[in-house]
Each structure stands twice: as C-alpha cells, then as structure tokens.
C-alpha cells in the first residue's frame, strides 16, 4: 500500500540543458520521437505538455533516470537525414566515440540513496507500435514521471541553476551552487563550459566522448552524488488528433505508472503533475481532457507558444539548418535535361559540369551538404512558417513580440488528404516514401512542355512548373488513372504544396522586409531534401532570404520555461 507523501507548492521551472544529447532511435519513423537525455536538469513539478492540433495530438514529459537510455548509442544533435548512423560518423570523424548509453539495469538510486527510484529497465527509447491495419503508430511509454517534491528528504539546492531565457538574445546562466561535478557522465565538464561561455544552451556537440563513462567509474561517482540527483530524458510521443483517446489512456497510463513506480497513490502523484496543453485541440477536447485525467489543465495560445519554441530552438547549436547556396542554384538553375543553363555537359574551368542527378545533401560532395546553425544563434526579427494542417505565418520582431501575418489553408492536411484519397498510401511516412522515388515531371506541365525551351524574357526557365498536374487532363478520361504512377502524383503534390507555401513566405518576407524565414511544423517532418528544395526554389535563391528549418516539436520547452 503506498504511504502518501505531501506536495509543496512550486512556483518556477526552469530547463537545465547543458549536456543534452538526442538519444537514437530504432526507426525512421520514430526519427522525431527520439528523446533528449538531460544529464543536469532536475524537474520539481512533472510538466506533460501537449499540443493538439487539426492533424496531429503532441506530447512532451520529462522522465528522470540517472543513467541515459539503455542501450541506445546518443547522437551528438539532429545531424544530417536524422539518421544515428550519421551521429555515430560524424562522432567518430571528430575522434570522439560514440557512446552507448550505461546500461546498467540495476537499481543505482537506491543504492545511493535518492527515492523514489526510476528502474532505469523502464527508462528506454521511446517505441511505437503499429495498429493492426497497420495505418498508425502508438507509442509506448518511456519511465516514470518522477517529481523531485516526491522525495520527502530534500537538500539538493535548486536555486543555483537558473536558465534565463529572452527571445532574441543568447541566454545567460548563472550557476551558482550547482554540484554537477558529481554528475554522472557529462555533468563536471558541460557544467563548465556552461560557466566558461556564460550560456545557458552550451549544447552537446564534441561532447559525446563524455558520455562514455566507463561503468565503474561511474558508479564511484554517483556514490558522492547528492540525494536528488539530476538527469533524465524528455520524452516525445505523437497521436493523430483523430484518435484521441489513444492520447487520453497513454496520460492516464503515464500518470499511474508514475505513482506506483513512486510508491505514491495517483492523486499525490497528480499534484506533482502539471499538464499544459496548447494547439485547437486545448480547446476543444478541454472538458474531455479535465474530466477523464481527473485533474486540472492549463490552457496555451498556440501562436505564443510557437513563438517561445522558436527562441527555443533557433538557440540549440546543430538544431536549425538550411541548405547551401550551391544545391540551391543548382536546383533553381537546372534545365530540364537536368544540366544547369550555361554549363556545357563537358564542364569548364569557369563553370565545372554539375552533376545531373543531384546527390542527396551529404557531406559528399561538400558543395551540397545541410549546413547546420552550429552556433544556436537565433536571428530576429524574423518570418515563422508554422506548416501544421494549414500553416500560419508569423512576424516576429526583435523583442520577441508577434503578429500572424498571414496563412493558407492549403498545408501538411492537404498533402495528407489527398494522397490518401489518391494513393494507397495509409501512413504519412508512406506518402513521403513514394515521393521520395517520383518524378514530379511526368505529372506537372513545365515551361518547356509549353514553349520547348526557357521564357527566359520574363525569367522562366524551362524547368519551371507551370502548372502542378498540368499533364493530367491531356491523357484522356478512360487513360487517366492508369497513366499516372502514385510516385509521381504524391511528389508533384508535395511540391504543388510546398511551392505554394515558400511563394507565400517569401512574398510576405519581402513584405515585411524580413531576410530570415523559419519552417516548423510537422508538415517538415520527413526530412525531404526535395521539399526543402520547393521552400527554396527560385525565389530564395535570387535574394538573401535563406529558408530555415527545425524539426523539433515547438511546443516542446513553453511549458518548461514558462
Ligand atoms: N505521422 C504523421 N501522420 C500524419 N501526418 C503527419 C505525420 N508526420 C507528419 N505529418 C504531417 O504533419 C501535418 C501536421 O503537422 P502539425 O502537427 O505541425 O500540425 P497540427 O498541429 O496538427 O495542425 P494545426 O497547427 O494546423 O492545427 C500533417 O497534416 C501531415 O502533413
Ligand atoms: C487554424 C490554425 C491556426 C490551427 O493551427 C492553422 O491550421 C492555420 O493557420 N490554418 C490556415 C488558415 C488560413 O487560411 O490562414
């Protein structure tokens, strides 16, 4: 029978992030669901943020654990195609090991006496399983939320880890009395840098040898720890917004997991929870969410929360990226043939012969890679492009105030809507897949279907997409849905879609006399360095406006650092 422990009030959450390293998934298709180990924070109030909106229902907890998930090798950032193979290289490039998470599956906090102890058996990378038609992914839990205040002992002092955060300018830390030296793994060194560099967001690159603490040592370490330790890892977990109740048991599960896991009854463990929900979908299923938690839940405006997850995110080194300037001209200047206007398909001096088939963006050749915002410096003012269902767009001045500035309806549910009505298709990932092997020309009329070659007068090249599907019609009724690969119709409609969004970003860009954009939104999510290529296609490529792009859920740290 659980002894029922008393919950002090707390006031102020604040997110220690020095050392936090992107833990590696199984999967593609938990690519983004991977969780971010942070071996310093501390969270005296389990926080559940959610953000519901018209596609897709997000979550974000905190799960406290000493050690780093079991088994998964970390990541040193979102590197590359998000795959951990490229972390594991890049690593290794550097000199530095990658690193196997500890996995010790014994119980360390007992023995070192913090309670209530996390079974680090249950603290893994989060996993997902498949419903039976095989249309959607459920994930499964990833340990128990732990509430510091559930320790009745405490002695660890909190207040020495201040992260203060302000939009548009990098964040100072203090830290003043933080023991991290005792940490395990990475904590005495990131701690600091922390202090060294004066920033909060020290971030994790060519910090992955550190995590590879041998275990012995490690354990020598944990011995001089205070009772309350830090570490942990914030979880990620997405539910289509459809199947709600998918959401409501996995809260309700994480909640009693939690308590028994804490030896507490669910309602203690209730206090020490704070859900925080944004998106419609706060709204809508308000009632739904209050009544079947049986607890409170504070409500979010989606637009300041987005806001407060871009000056998040734009400050994590290795987070936001764009594409060079090369792939850029190459894809904005290349011909129908595939060989860019004036370049001979020998090549010259002046001009070497461009690859036909342009290599997806990796570190070879260079030319073309994903450049990667090492610094986390964010630039404001600024254009956000939320590509959620529909996708808004937000001006964002220098202070951090906003406005939306415009929309379209014509977003990430569109491209999801249709191609589940055109192809067979059930999963997103599966839509993005077969655009992945299209030729979006067999579907689109071009320029130079039109005029056989550029209107370079008015500066149309022939490559250009007059029209998206403009070939359809041409094939006749009876012909027209066997004509057609799903391959092709599911790329030019990804890119119907993202050319219309770039067009529209970069037109209120030069509107409002902004030279930074950023995409967000799950729409994003898939990584596709073709649509990436359609955000940047022609407009971008003739001014400084540079496209950028995040993939981490935005909603993710609002509530933590509110
Ligand atoms: N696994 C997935 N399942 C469904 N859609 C996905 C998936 N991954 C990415 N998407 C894309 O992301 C879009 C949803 O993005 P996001 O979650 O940012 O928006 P939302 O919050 O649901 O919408 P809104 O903000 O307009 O209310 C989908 O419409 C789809 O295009
Ligand atoms: C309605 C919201 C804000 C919900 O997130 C989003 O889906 C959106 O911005 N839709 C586009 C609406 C428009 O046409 O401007």
New binding site residues.
Partial sequence: MATPVQLPQVKEILVDTRGAEIVAEDSPATR?SRGIYLPHYIEPVSHIAI????????VVYFTRSPNPPNGHPRVSGSQGNGTHQEGEREAESEGKATVTGDATTDNATDRIGATPAVPTSIHKSATFSVDSDGS??TPALNGALTPQLLVPERNFDLTGIKADYHLGHRRDMSVESVTDGDSPGTAGESGKSAERDGHAWTGSRGRVSRMGTPRGHSLLRRSSLPPNFPGGTLNFA?F??EKIDELVLFLKTLISTSASTNHVTEEEMKKGVKILAT???AHKYYSTLVEELGMGVTRED?MECLITGLGFITCIPDEVFWYSDELVYEISHQSKDGIPPGITEKGDAASPQKPKDLPRPSPDPPAYQVTFDTAGTPQFPCLLV???????IVKVDEDGSFERVSGTSL??????GLLSLITDAT???EMLALSDKGDNAAVDMLVGDIYGSDYSKVGLKSSTIASSFGKVFKKGAAARKKSFRQEDISKSLLYAISNNIGQIAYMNAEKYGLDRIYF????I??KQEHQYCAFCHERSSQSLHRPCFHDLLSLICHSFLE
Avoid: H, P, Q, Y
């Avoid at 953000?51 to 997000?58: M, N």
């Avoid at 939320?386 to 808004?392: M, R």
């Avoid at 977003?411 to 999801?416: E, M």
């Fill in positions: 983004d953000d519901i909106g018209g596609s897709l229902a997000k959607s992914w997405r289509e917004t998106g419609g979908g989606e939320n590509i959620g269902s529909g996708v808004s977003g990430g549910g569109t491209l999801w999963t997103f990932d967000g939104g799950c729409f999510r898939g």
